[in-house]
Every structure is written in C-alpha cells, then in structure tokens.
C-alpha cells in the first residue's frame, strides 16, 4: 500500500512561492505521482502528475527526486483563490488495484493578503 | 460537457430509509469510484468498478452496495441509511487505458436524521 504523508496545513502570504512535500516511502516502481486540489463543496481537482525528476505545467511545477520517495508541488506566486486542501496519491490503476489508490487527509493551505 | 454529473446534489433520510444515488458520465471511462467525504478528512473509497458488469471493494463497502449496468453509469445504493452515513459523496471516473487522473463530480451531501 503506497501511503502518503503529507503536512496537516501550511500558511502563506499572497505572491509568495509555496511547497508542500509528500513522502511516499513504499512508491512502487510502476507508481504514478499525482496532486489534486480540492475548494470547499467541490470535488477534487487534477492538479499535476509525475514519475520522476521535473514536470510543470501551467499552473504548478512537481519535482521528484531520484529515489522517488517523495515529490514536491511547487505553486509560484500563490494568490487568496489557492486556499484549498492539495492531496497527494501514489498508485497506477493499471498495475494496482483502485483501492490502494488513497487520497488521505491532505494538506490544508490557506493564503493570507 | 458535462464530464461527471451527480445527482441528487443534497437529501436528507431518516434512519432505516433507503435510496440511491446516481452517478453518470460522459467521457467513456471504464472506472469508475464512489468516495465519501467526512468533515475535515480525506476522501475515503467505498466501492469501484473497472467496467461494465464489475464491481469491487474498496476502504469502507459496509452498508453500502453498488451497480455498473450501462458503463456511464455507476449507482450507490444505502439500503438503510444510518446516521453514520452522513456524508458528502463523491463519484469519479477515469480511462484504464492509461494512467489519467480521475474526474470528479460536485458531490451529494446527504444527511440522515
């Protein structure tokens, strides 16, 4: 089972750069990074997903190590609409059953002006 | 595009009753996943389907059963809610072809009395 650990919450400032780091000591070789966000009353959303080094895309930068053990989403220059719980998940539906897929607690980011 | 539609949106049950819950897609995905969501926590699987015809376990199935007859479409059946049971449901989909994040509904919040 691909457990995550992830910080409860985390607080910024408005422009700031944020990270939050998830470890994921068990990752399996054919596990997939992946990192949702979710606001309140809604689903959860697809952020960004990796399996090694660097991937960016339009609104987020995840970097993985070399021993994938851990991956951190990177959120440049945060505003107040980024305030929302990020969840980290390991796993590939196509080498693993759904139900080792788990999304956890997350982390609660809240930005301050 | 509709992508994941929930339906209903909110419902309140007394203990013992039963019901339904609806989820439809329209964007060909063989899985499918229903969670529930308490306060403040994580989004906890109950059950799965990799395909028309399939179902399957997942974190927490007790009290709760599921079908997949046509493949947009994935019900959660409570068939004597609980005060438990009270919760904000989620249904999601995705493609077993590759490993795409899943998309998600705006969620049920249920409430039994």
Known sequence: LAKTTQPISMDSYEGQEVNITCSHNNIATNDYITWYQQFPSQGPRFIIQGYKTKVTNEVASLFIPADRKSSTLSLPRV???DTAV???LVGDVRYSSASKIIFGSGTRLSIRP | ???VTQTPKFRVLKTGQSMTLLCAQDMNHEYMYWYRQDPGMGLRL???SVGEGTTAKGEVPDG?????LKKQNFLLGLESAAPSQTSVYFCASSPADSNQPQHFGDGTR???L
């Open chain 2, 64 to 68: 709760y059963n599921v079908s997949r």
């Open chain 2, 110 to 112: 249920l409430s039994i």
């Open chain 1, 86 to 88: 990020y969840y980290c």
């Open chain 1, 79 to 81: 505003s107040l609409s």
């Open chain 2, 46 to 48: 109950i059950h799965y």
């Open chain 2, 1 to 3: 595009n509709a992508g």
